[in-house]
Structure formats: C-alpha cells, structure tokens
C-alpha cells in the first residue's frame, strides 16, 4: 500500500531520471531479485566455475576440483559425438521453428476473420492442446505411434494396403525426430497462434481499411500494414521458440523413454542431462551447457540490439 | 471484411481442421482411457468408447494418484500465488519508476531463457540439501518460483505499461486516495495479465519433471509428472488404458482451471472496460 502511493507520487512528480537510488522500487525488486539470484544466479556462477575444472564423480563425493582451464571446452569441441548432438538439435529446432511460426501465424490470422462461434472453437481447441503437459502429450503421442496397436500403423495399413503392424516408428533416428517435431510442433502451436492473435486484434481496423480504400491486396495489407504492428511481438515469439526447441528436453527424454535409441536421438538439452546427472561428468556438462548459451546468445544478439535501443 | 460464401465455408473448414487437429489427442487419451484392457490388444482401433468405463480409473487412482495430486497441488499452489506477488511488486518498481535496471532486466529475462536448467539440477539439490529442503513442498516451489519469475515480471511489466498513469489521476481528482485510485481503477485493469501471467506459472509448476524427478526423491514427496512416469516403467508391458486414465486425471486439473480463468479474464475485461 504504502509502496503504491509512493509510485504513484513518483509518476505525478515525472523525474526523466533519478539522480539517487530510490528505496521504494528497490524494496518492490528485492523479493524477486533474492529469490533469482539464489537459485538461478548461484547455480549458474557454479556451473560456469565447474566448467574450467575437472568435476567428476571424485568431486561430487569430496575430492578437491582441479583447475583446468580451458580443457573441458577442448575436450568437448573435439569430441564428434557434441557435433553429431548438435548438429540434429539445430536441425529439429529449425524445422520446429519454422513449422510453428507459419502454422501459428496462418491460425492467427484465419482468427480475426472468423464468425465469433468458429473463433471461439477454434480458441477452446487451441487451450486444450496448451494445457496439455509435454510429458502427457509425448505418452499419448507415443501411443497414436505406437508399434503393435497404435493408430497411425492401422491408418497405414487402410491407406497403402500393405501391413504396417509391427512398423516401429521410434527404432529409425529420421522417423523418431518426425514423431518428435510432431509433437513440438503441436504442443508449440498454440502459444504461438493465441499470442499473435493477441497482437493482431491490436491493428486499428481504420488503417487496414485506408489502405484496402488505396487498392492494396490482401498481402499487400499485410505485408504493409498488418505486419509492422505486430513485428515486436512475432519477433520475440520467434525468439522464444528458437530458445525454447533449440534446448528441448522433456518430450525427446520421454520419447526415448517408450523407444528409440538415445546414442542416436540425444539432443542437446538432454545429452547435458545425461553427462551431468547420469555420468556425473559436471565439468563437461558445464561446458556445453556455456557452448549452448553462448550459441543462443548469438542467435538472439539482433534482438537484444534492437530491445536495448528501444527502452531509450 | 466481406468475402464470398465460398470463401467463408473454405474458412470454417479451415477453423475445423485446425480444432480437429489440436483436440485429437486429448479425445484419442480420453477415449482409450475408457477401453478394457482386452480391448486395446485389438488391430482395429475403437473410435468410440462403447460404455462409460471407468475400471482404468480406479487403477489409476488406487496407485498413489491422490497424495501426487496433493503434492502437485501444494507446490503449485505456492509456485503462482507467490511468483505472481513478487512479479507484480517488481514489474510495479519497473515500469512506475524511471531507473536503470529495465534494460538489463529484459536482457536477464532473455538470458534466463537461455541457461539449459539441465545443467544447474546439481548445483540446486545441493543448495536445497543444505537447507534441509530436499523432498519439501517449499524447496521444489522455490525452485520453480526463480524459474517463473523472469517471464511473468516480463509479461506483468507490459501489462502495468499498458494502463495509463493519467486513469489514476482523474480518479485522484474525483476525490480518490492514492491508493484508492490505484486499488480501484489500475488494479482491475491489470486483473487479465494477472490471469495469463497466472495460466503460465501454473503450467510451468504444474508439468515440471525434471527438477521434480531430482529434487523430490522419496515415493510420497513425487508430483504428478513423477507419478506418471513411474507408471509407465513399472508397468513392464505398458497397460496403454490406465497410462492414458492417468494422463487425463492430471490434465483434467488444468483444463479446470482454463476454464475457471477463461470466465475470470473476460470479466474482468468488461468491468475494466466500464471503470474507464
């Protein structure tokens, strides 16, 4: 409460810049601010100190880490299997990515021309498959393919008249990742579609019909018009979504779980999990877990160029 | 807008595809969480489920669902009321006060993102193990709380920035206190970000595995997610029927809670819309 008016005297008095530190947003920040640098800031300073030290199992029980410097960096640079891992995560993330950046945007806008009935349909269906954990998603998913009685081998079987029961699609790498995106791609879909359909619904309608008046097409519309509104908002969807498939864990760990071959389906977020929880190699871990966020920082540095510039 | 007949029916279609294509695997869960046993070992799929059988169920059930329940519950519960509490004091210091750390604010939301949480499970449990925290509902939700407070202080920031200073001012001079006006005018206008701020730590905290899988090793202290990944290895030949009975009685919690949200978020956008 008695922040609250504090704020609000604050914004009657509309300082451009505050020459000391003030105590009101300070005590608003620091609950938020302890908790995060607890258990986010401690934890990652630890990774990255363990990064340049030999942290294995000896040191997990006790043993003294030794400092190594940049050894685990070389270590897991020159190691084929890190390439082969990231090599399929970047694949799969590029085809999740672009999969549900156009599904999402083609939903979004099929949306706003919609009746109110379908548009709310449409809006019910699209949270049912949000509310759906990854971990459930990924075991019914896995049932739909699955090799004895799943659905998609009968369809198979209706549709080609050859027997496909028996058809494993997990056992094949190339069919285990099409599963894979299916489900990434499904259980993205609506975050995607609901939040650009958010932004959508902002574009004042007078401008689109000015410029339908001046003869422009529906993509010209768009591209032109529509487009520029909305391009914060695709852009930092986009920028999640890169984040968010390009380290996907749960539903590649639980796919493996029902079948599939991890040496040849790991992707990068759980071969991290593997050499730091399952071998207890947390010096490497640690390593690629910097080489990851290193690569999405530069993926992602545009972004945080152009967000800089415009908090100005 | 105006189109053509056919242009609008090849539009519905389209809406119906898209509908049919996201609520397939829920109804497929739902439908063969239904099937007796014997009948799922069939090379002909049932569409439909022939009787209402909720034998599944009752497996599921009588195999630990309710304390998991409870425990998703509990940490859950905390996870929301507590990340959106600390979000809304700091998106409140963040857009209402003119200071530096906004800028590095967004960029920590993003690189927050970006740090592959596989990698700091161990230095957590140890953190947690050494406040005696392991297997506790409020060492889990602490967890989860740092992890949802990047993008919901993010989300809550554009929110409070969305609704004008001026509204409370105009309350002030009607003869409002300041914190009325705010309580009264800015408060309920910001209650539909609290909701999708809300929907978000919930589905976080709700479907967590990974830290839950580690942090929560006794069998009475697992949450859901746990749950029903130890059914499905206990199990050697997975019984798809009660695997599904589980997945949906999980499910059925958030879709439960979309739909209490749902009404919430539109009427508290009408009231909003009046107030102003």
Known sequence: MLATSDALATTEVDTPRSRRPQLTPMLLLAPAFIM????????????????????????????????????????????????????????????????????????????????????????????????????????????????????????????????????????????????????????????????????????????????????????????????????????VVLILQIIWDLRVFAQIYALQTIGGIREQTNTIGVYIYTESMASGRLGTGGAISVILVAILLAISAYYIRLTLRNED | MKGSLLSRSLLNVAAVIVFVCSVFPVYWMVNTSMLPGAKIKSTTPSFLPESLNFANYATALGDG?????????????????????????????????????????????????????????????????????????????????????????WTLRGFVQGVPADLEEAAQIDGCSKAGAFWRITFPLLAPGLVSTGIFAFIQAWNEFVFALVIMTREESQTLP???????????????????????????????????????????????AVKG
């Open chain 2, 226 to 272: 746990i749950w029903l990944r130890s059914f499905l290895q206990a199990t050697k030949a997975t019984d798809w029927s009660v695997v599904m009975a589980g997945s949906t009685l999980m499910a059925l919690p958030v879709v439960i809670f979309f739909l209490i949200v749902q009404g919430r978020m539109t009427s508290s956008m009408t009231s909003g």
């Open chain 1, 36 to 235: 995060l640098a607890i258990f986010i800031g401690w934890p990652v300073v630890q990774m990255i100190v363990m990064s340049f030290q030999e942290y294995g199992r000896a040191q997990i029980f006790g043993a003294d880490p030794e400092f190594i410097a940049l050894g685990n960096y070389t270590k897991v640079l020159t190691d084929p299997t890190f390439w082969a891992v990231l090599g399929r995560s970047v694949a799969l993330a590029a085809v999740c990515v672009v999969a549900t950046m156009v599904l999402g945007m083609a939903i979004a806008v099929m949306m706003t021309k919609l009746g109110k009935v379908m548009r709310t349909v449409v809006s019910v269906g699209l949270l049912l498959a949000w509310a759906m954990p990854a971990l459930t998603a990924t075991i019914v998913w896995g049932w739909i393919f699955d090799t004895s009685y799943g659905l998609v081998n009968w369809l198979m079987t209706k549709l080609t008249g050859d027997n496909w029961f028996g058809h494993s699609w997990l056992i094949d790498p190339l069919s285990f990742f099409g599963v894979a995106a299916i489900i990434i791609i499904w259980g993205a879909i609506p975050f995607v579609a609901l939040s650009l359909y958010a932004g959508l619904t902002q574009v004042p309608s007078e401008v689109l019909e000015a410029a339908s008046l001046d003869g422009a097409n529906g993509w010209r519309r768009f591209v032109n018009v529509t487009f520029p509104y909305i391009r914060s908002i695709v852009i």
């Open chain 2, 65 to 153: 669902f309710i304390p998991a329940m409870w425990m998703s519950l509990a940490v859950t519960g905390l996870t929301l009321v507590t990340a959106l509490v600390f979000a809304f004091m700091a998106a409140l210091a963040l857009s209402r006060f003119t200071f530096r750390s906004r800028k590095s604010l967004i960029v920590a939301v993003l690189v927050i993102q970006m740090v592959p949480a596989e990698a700091l499970i161990i230095s957590m449990f140890r953190l947690l193990d050494g406040w005696h925290l392991v297997n506790t509902v409020l060492g889990l939700s602490a967890v989860y709380i740092a992890m949802v407070l990047p993008f919901t202080i």
